[in-house]
C-alpha cells in the first residue's frame, strides 16, 4: 500500500510568490493533518480536517495560509505571499478515526529567499 | 488539551534497554497515550499505543502507571538506528487535535 504521499519533496521560492504544497492521503483515512516543523518551534499542528470537513484551523499563522480538501484523496495547503520565515517543513499525515494512528508523508521542504 | 512532559535528551548504550518516561498528570479517562517517533530527515512514525494495560509490539513495550499519570517507553535493545526524537502524546480520538511537544531526544552510543 502507498502511504501517504506529499509533493513537491522540495520547493525554493522567492518571498511574495505563492506555493502550494499537495497531500494525498491513505484511501480510506478519514482524518488529515498538516503540521509545520521549524528547529526553533518543533512540530506544529497548523489545521486538521475529518471527512473532509476543516475541524480546527486555530493553528493556521495567518491569513497567507489556507488549506482544502476537496474530497477524500486529496489535500492541498496554500501559502500566498510566502515570506521567508515560511521555511520549514510541511508534514501531512492521515489516519482511520477508530484507530488513531496517524501515518506521516515524508514532508515537503519549502524554502522562502 | 491535555499535556505531557518528557524529558529534553537521553542517552543510551548501544544493546541496553532503553527507558523513555512520560508524565501526563492531567490524562483524561478516554485519552489513549501514543508514543511516535522521528528519525533524522523522516516524518514521524507511530511506535505504539495504550489505554490503561501495558503494550508490547515488535518495536517496544509501553509500560502505563495505575494512575495513569505517567508511562513508560521500553526498547529492550538499544540500535544505532533507534537514534531518534520519541513523542509521547495523548489522543482521545482522532478527532482531536493531536500536539506534539519537544520530544525526548535519544543517542545510542555504539
Known amino acids: 500500500d502507498a502511504g501517504v504521499i506529499q509533493s513537491p519533496r522540495h520547493e525554493v521560492t522567492e518571498m511574495g510568490q505563492e506555493v502550494t504544497l499537495r497531500c494525498k492521503p491513505i484511501?480510506?483515512?478519514?482524518?488529515l493533518f498538516w503540521y509545520r516543523q521549524t528547529m526553533m518551534r518543533g512540530l506544529e499542528l497548523l489545521i486538521y480536517?475529518?471527512?473532509?470537513?476543516?475541524?480546527?484551523d486555530s493553528g493556521m499563522p495567518e491569513d497567507r495560509f489556507s488549506a482544502k480538501m476537496p474530497n477524500a484523496s486529496f489535500s492541498t495547503l496554500k501559502i500566498q505571499p510566502s515570506e521567508p520565515r515560511d521555511s520549514a517543513v510541511y508534514f501531512c499525515a492521515s489516519s482511520l478515526s477508530s484507530t488513531g494512528e496517524l501515518f506521516f508523508g515524508e514532508g515537503s521542504r519549502l524554502t522562502v529567499l | 488539551d491535555a499535556k505531557t512532559t518528557q524529558p529534553n535528551s537521553m542517552e543510551s548504550n548501544e544493546e541496553e534497554p532503553v527507558h523513555l518516561p512520560c508524565n501526563h498528570s492531567t490524562i483524561s479517562g478516554t485519552d489513549y497515550i501514543h508514543w511516535y517517533r522521528q528519525l533524522p530527515s523522516q516524518g514521524p512514525e507511530y511506535v505504539i499505543h495504550?489505554?490503561?494495560s501495558n503494550v508490547n509490539n515488535r518495536m517496544a513495550s509501553l509500560a502505563i502507571a495505575e494512575d495513569r499519570k505517567s508511562s513508560t517507553l521500553i526498547l529492550h535493545r538499544a540500535t544505532l538506528r533507534d537514534a531518534a526524537v520519541y513523542y509521547c502524546i495523548l489522543m482521545e480520538t482522532s478527532y482531536d487535535k493531536v500536539i506534539f511537544g519537544p520530544g525526548t531526544s535519544l543517542s545510542v552510543i555504539p
Open positions: 480536517f475529518n471527512n473532509n470537513v476543516p475541524i480546527d
Open positions: 495504550g489505554l490503561t
Open positions: 484511501s480510506g483515512h478519514n482524518s
